[in-house]
């Protein structure tokens, strides 16, 4: 191995290489990237091998229920104007993907790392960062993930003695609560449409007041905490007061957001908003997502959904009625099997558009459309969704398995 990692010890350096391995023998019988049995593997063989990684790097941790993979993708190419960048770029945010992932990287400068929400503890601890980023906390998998609130909780219990600079939301209750136990936080107004997992005070369950875009707790005194950066229409502004024009291929408001969070990071790291802004513009897509494919003479544009915030996010992308919409919803375990949380998503936003439902529960789902009083059609698969919806552009919206089924069907 060469450069920085020279310093890695035997055992380490035989742990990668044993993972790099294990990961090409997973690709070469079709079983995916590899980057998390590589990392297991290597992890296995080194338990610390993803602090001896992370040693060279200036590292970037990104978690949340939402946006988090988009946000990573953003951040680095920010970082890329001062130096190499190794990243999670596919969303393999679990200790042993993020393994993988730095264990490519041994030239490079910074490290940004997407990372599961119940993970975020254990990798700062293992990787030391030098600034983390918190965009949302809502309920998501809800068969395995914890109550938001709970989670809020291990999180300001991990950031608690951290160095990082923490880069939070000011605009979600639960992520202040958790960031406010660092000494060293960067407030962004990056907004919060989805508000149903924030009607209590999470400080001491008090009911939240929501004057405008302010929240505060009646009972205990928490409050909205003032930002230094703010998403405001289609600019970020900075802590001088400078507006700065956001210059995006992906669409939507939520990303927007994105950006100005990653702006924020960013310049903590000395890249300038106008240049970390026009790097941003190169992402076209992300591990799929926002794709534009052609399918059986017809364009679909790929969505990923996955929980109620996402699916409210979502909604405001897709183009107007009649455009198609093909709904697919999967219950696996890296979606979570519960699938209580249809009955959250407002699905009478699609009034109007021809809806096909596909996936494992399109049952469930079509239940839930038919008590939202809207038409619907039940299908076997995307070929026959596709078959019978009419002319035009499809939009197509799935959970997290159901995204990965339908980017493999449509040979993308």
């Known amino acids: 191995m060469a450069g920085n990692t020279d310093p890695l010890s035997p055992r380490a350096k035989l742990a990668v290489t044993a993972g790099r391995a294990a990961a090409a023998a997973s690709r070469a019988v079709g079983r995916g990237s590899g980057s998390v049995i590589g990392g297991k593997v290597a992890l296995r063989l080194d338990p610390d091998l993803l602090a001896r990684?992370?040693?060279?790097?200036?590292?970037?941790?990104v978690s949340a229920t939402n946006?988090?993979?988009?946000?990573?993708?953003?951040?680095?190419?920010?970082?890329?104007?001062?130096?190499p960048v190794v990243s999670n770029a596919l969303g393999a945010n679990m200790p042993a993907g993020i393994t993988s992932a730095l264990a490519g990287g041994s030239d490079a400068k910074y490290g940004v790392i997407e990372v599961d929400e119940k993970y975020l503890s254990t990798v700062a601890r293992d990787v030391t960062p030098k600034a983390i980023a918190l965009l949302n906390l809502s309920r998501d998998q809800l068969d395995r993930a914890a109550e938001t609130r709970m989670l809020a909780e291990k999180w300001r219990e991990g950031l608690a003695g951290s160095k990082a600079l923490v880069v939070a939301n000011a605009d979600d209750p639960l992520i202040v609560w958790a960031a406010s136990s660092s000494a060293n936080v960067v407030w962004v107004a990056a907004g919060q449409e989805w508000k149903d997992d924030a009607w209590s005070c999470p400080s001491c369950g008090g009911v939240m007041q929501r004057p405008g875009d302010d929240w505060f707790c009646g009972e205990c005194g928490f409050r909205r905490p003032t930002p230094s950066w703010a998403?405001?229409?289609?600019?970020?502004?900075?802590?001088?007061?400078?507006?700065?024009?956001?210059?995006?291929?992906?669409?939507?408001?939520?990303?927007?957001?994105?950006?100005?969070?990653?702006?924020?990071v960013a310049a903590a790291f000395g890249v300038p908003p106008q240049i970390a802004l026009e790097r941003m513009?190169?992402?076209?897509?992300?591990?799929?997502?926002?794709?534009?494919?052609?399918?059986?003479?017809?364009?679909?544009?790929?969505?990923?959904?996955?929980?109620?915030?996402?699916?409210?996010?979502?909604?405001?992308?897709?183009?107007?009625?009649?455009?198609?919409v093909i709904l697919s919803?999967?219950?696996?375990?890296?979606?979570?099997?519960?699938?209580?949380?249809?009955?959250?998503?407002?699905?009478?936003?699609?009034?109007?558009?021809?809806?096909?439902?596909?996936?494992?529960?399109?049952?469930d789902l079509a239940v839930r459309l038919e008590?939202?009083?809207?038409?619907?059609q039940v299908c076997e698969d995307v070929d026959e969704a596709?078959?019978?919806?009419?002319?035009?552009?499809?939009?197509?919206?799935?959970?997290?398995?159901?995204f990965q089924d339908l980017r493999r069907r449509v040979g993308n």
């Open 281 to 324: 513009y190169s992402v076209q897509a992300v591990a799929g997502r926002y794709d534009v494919v052609p399918f059986m003479q017809r364009e679909l544009r790929l969505l990923l959904a996955k929980n109620p915030a996402g699916w409210l996010e979502t909604f405001s992308l897709i183009d107007p009625p009649p455009t198609p």
């Open 67 to 83: 946006g988090k993979t988009t946000t990573t993708r953003l951040i680095a190419e920010a970082l890329r104007a001062s130096g």
């Open 231 to 264: 998403l405001s229409g289609d600019h970020v502004l900075d802590p001088h007061g400078s507006a700065w024009p956001i210059k995006l291929q992906l669409p939507g408001r939520a990303n927007k957001a994105n950006a100005t969070t990653s702006a924020a």
């Open 53 to 61: 990684l992370a040693t060279h790097l200036d590292v970037v941790l």
């Open 329 to 363: 919803v999967n219950a696996r375990g890296a979606d979570g099997t519960d699938t209580s949380w249809l009955w959250d998503v407002d699905y009478t936003r699609l009034a109007g558009h021809p809806i096909f439902v596909i996936g494992d529960r399109k049952l």
């Open 386 to 402: 596709v078959r019978q919806a009419p002319p035009g552009r499809i939009e197509v919206i799935a959970n997290y398995t159901a």
């Open 371 to 376: 008590v939202a009083g809207l038409d619907f």
